[in-house]
Nanobody
Framework: QLQLMESGGGLVQPGGSLRLSCTAS????????IAWFRQAPGKEREAISC????????KFADSMEGRSTISRDKGKNLVALQMNSLRPEDTAVYYC????????????????WGQGTQVTVSS
């Protein structure tokens, strides 16, 4: 079974940038659609964006459009989420998720999930 892991989270000042990474051990991500989600305390999980095996992508969150970019590095078996101009409201646990079949903003459509990485935007 595919196992995902997120990294790159941490504390960043408002207006700063972070690059999150989604990787897999003993499995290849190149065959999967990979999506990024986030969940802030007291709020529902929110889909951010998704990338296909061919590099096509979809953006789901209006609040992140223009401030995030999803990309795939097949040679490193990695999908990244570059986030810029971060705001306090971006504070959340960020997850990557995978499907063999589709990009979806519905978490239930993606059967494989990582454990999440914490992003805190604060001065």
């Amino acid at each position: 079974q595919l196992q995902l892991m997120e990294s790159g989270g941490g504390l960043v000042q408002p207006g700063g940038s972070l690059r999150l990474s989604c990787t897999a051990s003993d499995s290849s991500l190149d065959r999967y659609y990979i999506a990024w989600f986030r969940q802030a305390p007291g709020k529902e999980r929110e889909a951010i964006s998704c990338i296909s095996s061919s590099g096509g992508h979809a953006k789901f969150a209006d609040s992140m459009e223009g401030r995030s970019t999803i990309s795939r590095d097949k040679g490193k078996n990695l999908v990244a989420l570059q986030m810029n101009s971060l705001r306090p409201e971006d504070t959340a646990v960020y997850y990557c998720a995978a499907s063999q079949y589709m990009c979806s903003h519905e978490g239930a459509e993606l059967p494989y999930w990582g454990q999440g990485t914490q992003v805190t935007v604060s001065s």
